[in-house]
């Protein structure tokens, strides 16, 4: 049977003719989701301004941070690591869906289905937010020093944050790409999704800068929870806005 085909037939009982239908349509779907973040990779590869436009932002906003207060401690560095990891998440997932046109998402529509389409696109804003993440902590380092005790746990604890807000955000940009008030949407309904995200970071950041001694797993497993609620939401939902 070739990798392709769309029609089989075989002669085998029943349970093992379904379990092949649930095969070929996991391995299409598989397909078609891979197809639609390979097309994100290569328009963000060939179109560099974008990103080089948000590390700019990074770069100039922890820069004036350097000049007004220099080397702050440990507190004010984790705060205002999150707080620009927020606005990086902003200026980076939030335009996946801004930027799609409407006789695009049309053309979308014609050949792949909503759930493929949206794992796609968080799967692609997972993967931008742990690079942006990564070079958001190496200039904090480079210009606000290393008040960490334990840096390479906050590496881990930077990149699963800056995976969940980058689901948060893209969820919240796949709602707001329908109405025209995008950024104003997008503002409200991200209030109260977002700040439990942000107080659950916070907490657990303080391990590794060796505020707090354990709970590091239960924190985490909260945290993936959350996570696992978005992208359970994301594809209930996404659909009713698909078919609109």
Not at 49 to 66: K, W
Not at 123 to 145: D, E, K, T
Request: with cysteine.
């Amino acid at each position: 049977m070739s990798p392709g085909a769309g029609i089989v037939t075989i002669r085998f009982r029943r349970g093992a003719r379904e379990n092949l239908t649930i095969f070929l349509i996991m391995k299409g779907s598989l397909s078609q989701i891979w197809a639609l973040f390979r097309k994100d990779l290569l328009l963000e590869v060939r179109q560099q301004y974008s990103f080089y436009g948000v590390l700019l932002y990074v770069a100039s906003t922890i820069f004036v941070l350097y000049l007004a207060m220099g080397q702050p401690e440990a507190d004010v560095w984790k705060g205002l690591f999150w707080m620009i990891q927020l606005f990086v998440c902003v200026n980076a997932v939030a335009k996946s869906f801004l930027q799609e046109g409407r006789g695009r998402l049309l053309y979308f529509y014609s050949i792949t289905g909503a759930t493929n389409f949206i794992l796609s696109k968080l799967l692609f804003n997972a993967l931008l937010m742990l690079l942006m993440s990564l070079l958001s902590l190496g200039l904090f380092i480079l210009m606000l020093g290393n008040p960490m005790p334990d840096a390479a746990r906050f590496v881990g604890i930077s990149w699963l944050g800056g995976v969940s807000l980058s689901l948060v955000f893209t969820f919240l940009a796949a709602i707001a790409a329908r109405a025209q008030q995008s950024a104003a949407l997008m503002a409200i309904l991200g209030f109260p999704l977002v700040i439990p995200q942000l107080l659950l970071l916070n907490k657990v950041s303080s391990i590794a800068f060796g505020e707090l001694q354990g709970g590091l797993g239960g924190m985490i497993l909260v945290l993936s929870g959350l996570d696992a609620m978005i992208i359970v939401l994301t594809i209930i939902l996404f659909p009713f806005l698909w078919k609109d």
